[in-house]
């Protein structure tokens, strides 16, 4: 069983950064963790992922935020972070951390967290 529990969100400006965190409890240090965000009226979507440390890190990215956005983990402190560069109002949403089921995002996720909201203004 693995808990996860989101930090960092806020109200910010356009142009603005922050730093989301997602503390894990349980094992995670092998798994696939991601990066999702839903906006008011819309479906939840996929933001970025990063692979298990085991070998290299791989890292991928929506479009709609490739260049500004960087997913990293700390394994020793079981934490995962995006850190959100050059915000832009269509970022607002809440977000949510998660454990993938296995590598390919369509195989689904195994556990979520409850979401931080970010809001950005213009």
């Known amino acids: 069983q693995v808990k996860l529990v989101e930090s960092g969100g806020g109200l910010v400006q356009a142009g603005d950064s922050l730093r989301l965190s997602c503390a894990a409890s349980g094992v995670t240090y092998n798994r696939y963790m991601a990066w999702f965000r839903q906006a008011p009226g819309k479906e939840r979507e996929f933001v970025a992922r990063?692979?298990?440390?085991?070998?290299?890190?791989?890292?991928n990215y929506a479009d709609s935020v490739k260049g500004r956005f960087t997913i990293s983990r700390d394994d020793a402190e079981n934490l995962v972070h995006l850190l959100m560069n050059n915000l832009r109002p269509e970022d607002t949403a809440v977000y949510y951390c998660?454990?993938?089921?296995?590598?390919?995002?369509?195989?689904?996720?195994?556990?979520w967290g409850q979401g931080t909201q970010v809001t950005v203004s213009s």
């Open positions: 998660a454990v993938l089921r296995r590598m390919r995002l369509s195989e689904g996720v195994d556990y």
């Open positions: 990063i692979s298990p440390r085991a070998t290299t890190t791989y890292e």
